[in-house]
């Protein structure tokens, strides 16, 4: 008998069926030790899927991404031995994520009596992934394995365009049920610091009389106004031009929090909130999101961005300008091309113009958001 002596990626598959450790067994036939077992003895039990967790952007072409992993929190599993759940990896919280390496971060195994078993385990440990300061495809796994497709074995290379409609660009938790996940975790935060002096709380305390507050957010690229209001019996919650739903909020262990807006079902999640500077990212059991909390004051007298640049999508290598200062361009003509983790993209002219500048020459190494050329409309 031979044996291959490069393990693939998906190797965990076969040990979590088989019961063992491939890893193991190319260590002893190195080591002049005959295979473990014969083919005719190994034998297969149950089910198990891998799912990739990748730095990558799936709403946008599965552009690699990179910045530091502010937070990486991963469900109860064992690493790199066998168990129903499973995650080999090799970055920790606080890593950095860099264009120089594959994107991948880690793999997530599990394993299932049957099929149904083992997806309802990777979505379960999909759902208490939390990574915040990079992009990833977690939510996309845990979409696309809902799919009719996926889930009834239905595969083949045009998965993705079949279920399209179902994959991208989802918001599973909503603009209402997001806004009234940050302002419980600011609620929770504010009396986990409360003291016994009135004068020093900014919650809108009042020694009688109704007290209410304003909140400004951005969702989804749009301005959120929400608006709190302190009752004797509870909190009331609007959300832009909503009505006004009652907000409970109960703290829970590892701080998750039980939010409910308002009476429907789908008002209430189990979350988590981490902030990264001006940023939320909230993660239920349904989905995740974003949502910034905007300090109205200390963004007084920005301006929107300036028209005519054409910036980095993500850090890379210049691969190649195909245009000068003083050409005419036409809408949609590709402009420049730039390489990152393995993978190749096209900038383009949003509009017809004219190049007036170009910033890099084929071969430059720019950062995430650089200005790569200027365009005169």
Same mark, same amino acid.
């Given at each position: 008998? @031979? ?7 998906? +190797?965990?598959?076969?040990? $979590? ?15 002049? @030790? ?17 799912? *990739?967790?990748?730095? @990558? ?10 910045? *530091? ?13 066998? !168990?129903? /759940?499973?995650?080999?990896?090799? /970055?920790? @919280?606080? =890593?950095?994520? &860099? ?10 195994? %599990? ?6 078993? #083992? ?36 595969? =083949? ?11 991208? +660009?989802?918001?599973?938790? !909503? ?24 004068? &020093? ?5 009042? &020694? ?12 989804? !690229? ?17 959300? !832009? ?18 939010? *409910? ?6 008002? *209430? ?11 939320? +990212? ?39 300008? &195909? ?27 949003? #509009? ?13 190494? %720019?950062?995430? $958001? ?8």
């Amino acid at each position: 008998m @031979e044996m291959n002596t490069r393990l693939q990626v998906e +190797h965990p598959v076969t040990e $979590g069926i088989t019961g063992l450790d491939l890893v193991e067994w190319q260590l002893r036939v190195a080591s002049g @030790e005959p295979l473990p077992l014969k083919q005719e003895e190994l034998a297969i039990h149950g089910h198990a899927i891998e799912a *990739r967790i990748c730095a @990558e952007n799936p709403d946008n072409q599965f552009l690699p991404a990179t910045g *530091r992993l502010a937070v990486y929190r991963k469900p109860q599993a064992s690493a790199f031995t066998i !168990g129903p /759940v499973r995650i080999d990896g090799g /970055v920790r @919280e606080g =890593d950095a994520i &860099s264009p120089y390496y594959d994107s991948m971060i880690a793999k997530l195994i %599990v394993c299932g009596a049957t099929r149904e078993e #083992a997806l309802g385990r990777l979505d379960a440990a999909l759902a208490e992934v939390r990574i915040a300061g990079v992009q990833t495809n977690v939510q996309f796994l845990r979409r696309i394995i809902a799919t009719p497709s996926f889930n009834q074995g239905q595969l =083949d290379t045009a998965l993705i365009e079949r279920e399209q409609e179902r994959l991208f +660009h989802q918001d599973p938790l !909503g603009v209402e049920l997001t806004v009234a996940a940050a302002v419980a975790q600011r609620i929770v935060a504010e009396r986990a610091a409360e003291t016994a002096d009135p004068f &020093s709380r900014a919650d809108g305390f009042r &020694s009688h009389g109704v007290a209410s507050r304003r909140i400004d957010f951005e969702y989804q !690229g749009q301005p959120v106004v929400a608006k709190l209001r302190y009752l004797d019996d509870g909190l009331m919650l609007k959300v !832009g031009q909503a009505a006004a739903q009652p907000l409970t909020i109960a703290a829970l262990p590892e701080g998750r929090i039980d939010v *409910r807006y308002g009476n429907a079902s789908d008002g *209430r999640d189990v979350v988590q909130v981490f902030e990264l500077g001006e940023q939320l +990212h909230v993660f239920g059991t349904r989905g995740a999101a974003q949502i910034a909390a905007i300090d109205v004051l200390a963004h007084a007298g920005e301006s929107g961005a300036e028209s005519g640049r054409l910036t980095a999508p993500m850090p890379g290598k210049v691969i190649s300008i &195909s245009v000068q200062p003083g050409d005419p361009v036409q809408k949609g003509q590709s402009l420049a091309v730039m390489e990152a983790m393995k993978m190749e993209h096209t900038i383009a002219a949003p #509009a017809d113009g004219v190049v007036t500048e170009v910033l890099y020459a084929p071969g430059d190494q %720019v950062p995430e $958001g650089a200005e790569l050329l200027r365009l005169a409309q």
